[in-house]
Structures are given as C-alpha cells and as structure tokens.
RNA sequence: GGCCGGGUGGCGAAGUGGCCUAACGCAGAGGUCUGCAAAACCUUCAUUCGUGGGUUCAAAUCCCACCCCGGCCUCCA
C-alpha cells in the first residue's frame, strides 16, 4: 500500500515518499487575518487536517505548521477602518480562526507561525537573494528580479514571455521588469514598520511563507499546500524566492484544492471570496448546522474538484451523517458503552479481511485522498452495524468490532466522534427559528416521560397528541422496545 | 489570448480501457417491523456517462473536433 497524491507540480500523481522515512513535513497557507473565515477556508483546513490525520494513522510522523499572516495592507485598511491596533485586529481574528476550526473538528498545526514573529528570518532571506543577485533594491524596496530564475513559471505553467504580454500588472516605475514582485517594502508615514538594511518598512507577502517554512522544516521538505488560488503568484514566488537562496529543490509535493463556488438564483456560480463579497462565514453556518456536518458537506467531494456550496446541500449532508450517528446510537443500546475510537490495525484488517472495510478505506484514501470513496466504506459499515444491532441472535463481541472500526476509520476524517445524543439533540440557534425549537432538552424528556407513561396505559390518542406536539416543535421521536429517543430536526 | 479544473440518475458524488446493465449518500416508490409513526432492514430507482466523429474484440474511461460552466494570468484558500 502506498499513497499516492497528485502533485501540482508535474500535474499528476505520484506515490508520496518521504524525504527521511517515517517522517512527514507539511506546510500549509494559513489566513490573512483580518476578517472572518468562509467555507473556502474552512474547505483548505479540513482538507489538509484529513491528509496530517491519514498520515499519522499510517504510522507517519509528522510536523505539520500553519502559519499567519499578520501583516498586510488589508490588515492596516481594517485596522484604520475599525480604528483599532493592528495587534489588536489580528490577534481577535486569529482566536475566531482557532474556534471555528475547533468547531469543524480541525486539530491544531503542531506549529502556526506569525509573520511579524519572523522579521530576522525574512530578511534574512532577502539580504541572500541581494547578494546572489536575484534581488535588487529600488526606491526604498527590494524586488525580485524573475528574469533571474530561469526555473520560474515551473508550478503555474506560466511562461515569463506570455505573462508579460498579457500584462494586466500594473506599471512600476521602480521595477526592471514588471512581473518583478515586491520582497521588502518601504515604511509609509504612519504604517507599521522595522528596520532593516533597506531601510525601514515591512515584509512583501511571499517572503513570510518562504522563511518560515524553511525555519521550521528545513530548505528541503515534503508537502506544502494550499487553495488553487494561490499556485499563481504566491507559490510560484515562493518557489523563486527559497530556491534561489539555497539554490537547490525546496518543496517535493505541492497540493492545491478546488474553490468553493456560490451559485445565485439564476444558477450562475462564481467562486466564494472575500473580494467577490459573495461569502458564508463558518460562523454563521455553525449557528444552523454542527461543525461535524460542514464537514461531511466537505468531505462529500474530492478535494481537487470545484465544489458548489448551497444550504440545500448542507441539509443532505446533514442527513447522511445522521446515518452514521443513528448507527452509533443503535450500537449503543446494544452494548450500553460505545466502544472508543482506537487506532486501526491495518496489519492485521489486511491479513484478516482483505476485502474488508478498513482495506477498502484505505486504499480510497491513498488514491489522492478520495474521502467520498472513503465515506461510501462508512456507509457501508453503517448497514452492517444497524444489521447487527437489529439481529437479536448477533454476539455483541461482532458488533463491538464494526462499531469501533467505524469510529477508527471516521477518526481519520474526523467524523463520528461525538456522542450520538449531542449530534441529535443539537439546537441550532438561528434567530428566526427561537420560537421552533424554544424546548429544552428538559421539557422534551419531560413531554417523552408523559408520553411514555400514556402508551403504557395504552392511551395512544394522547400520546400520539404528545408526539404531534414535539414535532410541531421540530423534536423527532423514536421509540424501540425499551426506550424513546428523539433528535432535533432542521 | 495563454494556462488550469469540471460537465455522470431528480440532487450531491465516485468510477479514467473489460469485475460498469455505473459505488455511496440525499430525495422518491413498494414491502417487513410497529398500537400508529419514526428509525432500521429488504426491494426498487441511469442499458447510460456534455455533443459529434474515430481507435479497439471491448470506451463514461484513449484520440480528434466542438459546445457549456468555473478559475488563474492583480489581492484572494
């Protein structure tokens, strides 16, 4: 069994293979903060947190660092927009970045490095790239010169000759040649600066990528990843901006996954982005929906293919996790203890069950991470767990192994690891819905308790008027023989 | 104009030469179970893969042309 990933650079796949075995590092584009998340954000973090949680969970170890940008010129507009420090700005954006991802069930980058942290480093980079001659100082700037790497265009398959002429870039007087790109900028009056050999001022935006990966996994590593959106220019003047300083090959895999499109009420679509103004924040999202169903909407498609975002798809995905969780909680009423999400043991499922669930798992994860084939192996241990639960005669010992593989497999796209009643019994909190589900999940169990005692009695006419009500109230109630549970529905 | 993705059932989405009369999920239909429901389970739901040619014993999958959608080429995940 091997990985494969498709590599941007090269535009195909290629089995992944370490540069030290056993050891994995990853570079992933993190945030501008200065405003809130949207679901393309949320898309590129959920991606990248399935692939470090695949790695690990084939034996990998791995340093994965997410860094952010905490200097920039949206950063000072906002700033002097919102009349607030910059500080101030960034570090309120950064703890909302940290909680909806929390929300979404992303871990944390072992290491998030902050651009205003790393001055010494970039400039350092950039006093190298003067002295090799690939960069030059002009009016107080210092630029890239791209027509002195020759290799440059090799990731966006853009050819210096052909960008040129379809320049849309504007003019620069400063510049040699105008695709150049800016390494260091001159302080303005009153914007935040440092000082440096060039004079005072702040990092261009690509340096901060370049220093700090090289910081923190060294002039040479794995995997570096992102949205498409930044292949060109970002990566590509990463890509010059290191291998021209150290003079040798940086990144050996470059991973770019697909946009979030929006599509309007006339069906046409365009990508989600801050500059379009078209965006959903995860928070918002989050007060309807649970974090674990955002992410099922996500993982539903291949991380490479666009992927259209609607409220009507969020509902669906919504219903198929329900799936999975109402497997869990049948499982549960079988062996009155879930079974806890342990490490898969791929030697043995191999040996055992070649054809079984965790070996077709992972053999669609090791294609490019094709997690909708993955959930289809989910799903399919769904059936068999509800099979079981169902099927008196089953031994529990056959149950408990399935349920603790799905929790196992769903661990590695980070699903499945709640307990059943706080999927169902989530209260969304949208304003407009208060009055809906205004009932606390103590009056529910009170109502269900009253109800309870009506069947008993057999009086079904009022406990089918109990049950009309929680409906009325978007509580949805399943009876089996010995219990009532209910769900919260949208 | 250059370059890059995508067009598969009512919807979402896998599949990139034979196991595909196309996985899986949502929605729909019938049945079993149930006091009735819900959920579950069983059955059913594309002989067809943007269009037209071609290659092949064999194509959703390869080749050619064309059409449509989105993106990058300027900040953007």
Known sequence: MALWLYNSLGRKKEPFVPRQPGQVGIYVCGIT???YCHIGHARVMVSFDVLVRHLRATGLKVTHVCNFTD?????IRRALQEGVAITDLTTRFIAAFHADMAALGVNRADIEPKATEHLPEMCAMIQTLIDKGLAYESGGDVFYAVDRFPAYGQL???HLEELESGARVEVDGRKRNPLDFVLWKGAKPDEPQWSSPWGAGRPGWHIECSAMGVKYLGESFDLH????DLIFPHHENEIAQTEGATGHSWVTCWLHNGFVNVVDDEGRREKMSKSLDNFRTIRDLLTAWRGETIRMFLLNSHYRAPLDFSLDLLDAARAGLDRLYVALRGAQAVLKELPAAGPVDWEHERQERPEGHAVRFREAMEDDLNTPRALAVLFDLARVINRLSTDETTDPEGLRVHVRLLRGLGAILGLCGSAPESHFQFRPEEAGQSEQSGLSDGE???LIAQRSE??????FQSA??????LAEAGIVLEDTKEHTSWRREA
């Open 33 to 35: 903060a200065y405003d």
């Open 71 to 75: 200097i920039d010129d949206k950063i």
């Open 156 to 158: 966006s398959g853009k």
């Open 225 to 228: 990843g992102g949205g498409r």
């Open 444 to 446: 529910v169990e009170a």
């Open 454 to 459: 009506a069947r008993r009695n057999r009086d």
């Open 464 to 469: 089918d008027r109990i049950r009309k009500a």
